[in-house]
């Protein structure tokens, strides 16, 4: 199985079928119990039986690999609890039904890749007999990094393991200017802007910014008196108390981090569980 990236991967299988014209798509259309995957999930399958995507262990994916191309037409197939298919369980106990789509409509599959690549929502229609009326689909997560020293290269570095889009904008190579907003950077509604200065007069013209954007995360470090002197000058500057309240700070989700990976780590973990909740389809709903 190839190595999964997360933040990848979502969109991995609907990229394979709309680049292949032999590639089948199986989705995820029902859950009952606990998997390890939201509704909607899915996997491309190949002629050669090699899968693009993700959906267990790797033993649901052979499983799919085998079922799919044995009939021409599409179905909805049981795997797990209440499934005909006596040999094969889910380790998690729970039951899935899967569409089985040995031909899936690529006119539609590479539209909804546009729209991704656009940095924008979409959905696929999924066809019957599926009971789950259409596959909804939204940008990869987009994190803009704005700082300077380790924790900016920490960050940067484990995001983009993690599968991330990822932009990093340093003090001395990327064009920033102490007190000038930095507009020629764009942030969509899938983005999140992290501030990491330890000289925080630079936060202000680009606070400025951020807070102007749709971005769904805006965060910056610093220890309690930088956060009042923060809100203090966003206030002085015209932004009311509920537009400075969007950000985050101190970010994180263990609070006091000293270290620059336990910090990425931290900061990571936050902004990923933000996105994550925006996600239409979400496991067992």
């Known amino acids: 199985m190839p190595e999964r990236r997360p933040f990848a991967d979502d969109h991995a299988a609907l990229r394979a079928v709309a680049a292949s014209d032999a590639a089948g798509l199986c989705t995820i259309v029902n859950i009952d119990g606990s998997f390890s995957r939201r509704l909607g999930a899915q996997l491309a399958v190949h002629a050669d039986q090699s899968v693009t995507g993700s959906l ?62 656009a940095r924008q929502q ?54 920033l200017s102490l007190g000038r907003a930095p507009d020629h950077l764009a942030a969509d509604p899938w983005s999140a802007i992290v501030l990491l200065f330890h000289d925080h007069e630079w936060e202000r013209a680009i606070l400025d910014w951020a807070l102007r954007t749709p971005a769904f995360f805006i965060g910056a470090q610093g220890g309690a008196p930088a956060r009042a002197a923060r809100a203090e000058a966003l ?17 994180g989700t263990v609070k006091h981090s000293r270290d620059p990976a336990g910090l990425a780590l931290s900061v990571l973990a936050q902004v990923a569980g933000e996105y994550e909740a925006r996600h239409p389809h979400h496991a067992g709903s």
């Open 56 to 117: 267990a262990d790797g033993c649901l994916e052979r499983q799919l690999a085998s079922d799919l191309f044995q009939s021409r037409e599409r179905r909805v197939v049981r795997y797990g609890a209440g499934s005909d298919i006596v040999d094969f369980r889910l380790p998690c106990g729970g039951g899935l039904d899967i569409l089985l789509d040995p031909a899936p409509d690529r006119g539609a599959c590479r539209a909804a890749v546009a729209a991704l690549d």
């Open 235 to 251: 206030g002085e500057m015209g932004f009311a108390p509920e537009q400075i309240g969007r950000i985050a700070s101190p970010i």
């Open 122 to 175: 979409t959905a696929l229609s999924m066809p019957r007999p599926s009971p789950l009326e259409e596959r909804r689909f939204v940008p990869t997560l987009r994190l803009v990094l704005l700082g300077e020293g380790p924790e900016l290269a920490a960050m940067a570095h484990i995001a983009r393991a993690a599968g991330m889009t990822v932009e990093t904008h340093g003090r001395e190579d990327s064009g």
